[in-house]
């Protein structure tokens, strides 16, 4: 991409002359101060004082990643932000790019500390004084075991407690080989121009930090030529994906929704369902589960419409009929949260989603009743959340290398193409399948959320979506974004281990305030 973009972006850069720009030099220009952005975000996220008021250390090596942080720097002297460049290279080895960032660096007063070998890093002993580390030492080629001074250098910024910024890919990480316990754990990674899948791995995260993505000016043809198909999505996203709001509209304008959910053992699966649901936007929420447990789930909720399935303590085939005949007047239906694994239950289950017309949300029982001809034979659009389990019974077992997921990124591709569903995949990071051959990335780390119940909550979220109008590709995306995102709220009010299912509910609403005022 660097190289087939050049020959158009070089009129973009407007730091340096033009007929100074040599072949990616705007494209590092434009890194660099993306990266000098990013580190006074954290300086001013990190301490009361101004950025002018605090240190920075940044280490280079000689190639492009070097260059990313010799712009950076400038940038850095220009805004008045002291910062030491320590260089593990003599400037007389940078080549290219990084030259030309190392000749803007100098004419701006800029001076390097060469730190060339073990004993030189070994002199630092400490980087405490230090309010900020950017990492510009090894890029995406890095490869193999590091070797000093470069290890040495990783050693002193992990054994620190100073905040680290890394470009593009934290120093010592690879896919390509080396150990991982000798890479740099960066509480920040800003990655140019398109996201790294293993950024978001749980192999990746402790490396990674929390990771952000600077657009760089490529071309779209070019996007399109080469892309993957496979695409992050962030809660930057959650407004443009919000459906409007019918302002003058009464509850059925708003979207209904049917629940079919609950079983003697589980009425909570369905109380969180459809709340969630009711949180997310719809105007009118049906509640469809057995009479055994109807008292419990009226004391808990006031607001849905509550359906007795009559004569049974699990949902039986003869009530299928009844639902079916419901569905002409909901606009979306979940199915499966709590319903158990009744035999009877299975059965109706695989009735009811073979001959639903509705857009359906199948969940936990619902997808544990179902078996790959009787979801091919449905031909509803429907959206299926399964955990990794509940996708090894449906499809078969995942890649076992989760380090890398562009193999589980294929599978899943041919799944949702395959049975024409879209497949949301719960896990860190969630990912989600169309059966158009896209993937949507959704970071997910919050060990907050990993408890019983959040998957119903999800469902209902989603449900709520599908009831709106959104499309089955965008309410997964939608729903599974703003999931995540209550979810963050409530563990800051809350903490990872004591949050609950219904706390982020509960955060729901400042979710949907945040994103509507933006």
């Known amino acids: 991409m660097d190289i087939l973009t050049v020959e158009g972006i070089r009129s973009?850069?407007?730091?340096?002359?033009?007929?100074?720009?040599?072949?990616?030099?705007?494209?590092?220009?434009?890194?660099?101060?993306?990266?000098?952005?990013?580190?006074?975000?954290?300086?001013?996220?990190?301490?009361?004082?101004?950025?002018?008021?605090?240190?920075?250390?940044?280490?280079?090596?000689?190639?492009?990643?070097?260059?990313?942080?010799?712009?950076?720097?400038?940038?850095?002297?220009q805004a008045g932000i002291p910062c030491t460049l320590y260089s593990l290279v003599a400037p007389e080895k940078f080549k290219g790019e990084a030259a030309l960032a190392y000749r803007d660096f100098q004419k701006e007063g800029g001076r390097l500390v060469?730190?060339?070998?073990?004993?030189?890093?070994?002199?630092?002993?400490?980087?405490?004084?230090?309010?900020?580390?950017?990492?510009?030492?090894?890029?995406?080629?890095?490869?193999?075991?590091?070797?000093?001074?470069?290890?040495?250098?990783?050693?002193?910024?992990?054994?620190?407690?100073?905040?680290?910024l890394s470009a593009d890919v934290p120093t010592g990480f690879t896919t390509a080989g080396g150990n991982k316990q000798h890479a740099i754990r960066a509480t920040q990674t800003l990655m140019f121009g398109a996201p790294r899948l293993e950024a978001f791995t749980a192999q990746g995260l402790p490396y990674f930090g929390k990771a952000k993505v600077a657009k760089l000016p490529y071309p779209e043809n070019l996007l399109k030529e080469l892309s993957q198909g496979i695409h992050l999505m962030t809660e930057g996203d959650i407004p443009d994906l919000l459906p409007h709001r019918n302002e003058c509209g009464e509850k059925r304008d708003q979207g209904c929704a049917l629940i079919i959910a609950g079983s003697k053992d589980m009425p909570g699966a369905a109380a969180l369902c459809t709340k969630a649901c009711l949180r997310s936007g719809a105007g009118l929420v049906t509640l469809a589960s057995p009479s055994s447990i109807m008292p419990v789930l009226q004391s808990k909720m006031s607001e849905p419409v509550f359906?007795?399935?009559?004569?049974?303590?699990?949902?039986?085939?003869?009530?299928?009929?009844?639902?079916?005949?419901?569905?002409?007047?909901?606009?979306?239906?979940?199915?499966?949260?709590?319903?158990?694994?009744?035999?009877?239950?299975?059965?109706?289950?695989?009735?009811?989603?073979?001959?639903?017309?509705?857009?359906?949300?199948?969940?936990?029982?619902?997808?544990?009743?179902?078996?790959?001809?009787?979801?091919?034979n449905a031909m509803a659009p429907a959206i299926l959340t399964p955990h990794k389990r509940e996708f090894a019974r449906l499809f078969g077992e995942l890649p076992q290398d989760t380090s890398d997921l562009r193999e589980t990124c294929k599978l899943l591709k041919k799944k949702a193409k395959d049975f024409s569903k879209t497949i949301l995949l719960k896990g860190a990071p969630i990912l989600i399948a169309t059966p158009e051959g896209e993937?949507?990335?959704?970071?997910?780390?919050?060990?907050?959320?990993?408890?019983?119940?959040s998957g119903?909550?999800?469902?209902?979220?989603?449900?709520?979506?599908?009831?709106?109008?959104?499309?089955?590709?965008?309410?997964?995306?939608?729903?599974?974004?703003?999931?995540?995102k209550a979810g963050d709220v409530a563990r800051k009010n809350f903490g990872a281990f004591s949050m609950l299912p219904s706390d982020v509910i509960e955060c729901l609403p400042q979710v949907f305030l945040q994103a509507y005022d933006s």
Request: charged share 20%; aromatic share 4%.
């Open 12 to 77: 973009l850069d407007e730091q340096a002359k033009a007929g100074d720009i040599e072949k990616g030099y705007a494209l590092m220009r434009i890194a660099g101060k993306a990266l000098f952005k990013a580190a006074v975000e954290l300086l001013k996220s990190g301490a009361s004082d101004t950025p002018k008021n605090v240190a920075v250390a940044m280490f280079i090596g000689s190639g492009n990643n070097g260059g990313d942080g010799l712009v950076c720097g400038e940038f850095l002297i």
């Open 114 to 164: 060469l730190m060339d070998s073990s004993e030189k890093v070994a002199s630092l002993k400490s980087l405490d004084r230090y309010q900020l580390v950017i990492d510009c030492m090894l890029g995406t080629g890095g490869k193999g075991e590091l070797r000093e001074p470069y290890a040495g250098v990783v050693r002193l910024i992990n054994e620190s407690k100073v905040p680290v």
């Open 307 to 376: 359906m007795n399935l009559e004569g049974a303590a699990c949902f039986e085939s003869q009530h299928v009929l009844k639902l079916l005949t419901y569905t002409s007047h909901v606009q979306a239906v979940a199915i499966g949260p709590g319903l158990s694994l009744n035999d009877e239950t299975r059965k109706a289950v695989a009735e009811f989603t073979a001959n639903c017309k509705v857009p359906m949300v199948i969940d936990a029982d619902g997808l544990n009743a179902l078996n790959t001809t009787i979801l091919r």
């Open 439 to 453: 993937i949507f990335v959704v970071p997910a780390a919050n060990s907050g959320l990993a408890k019983g119940g």
């Open 456 to 484: 119903d909550v999800l469902t209902g979220i989603i449900t709520a979506l599908l009831a709106q109008g959104v499309t089955a590709t965008e309410a997964a995306i939608l729903g599974a974004l703003l999931h995540q």
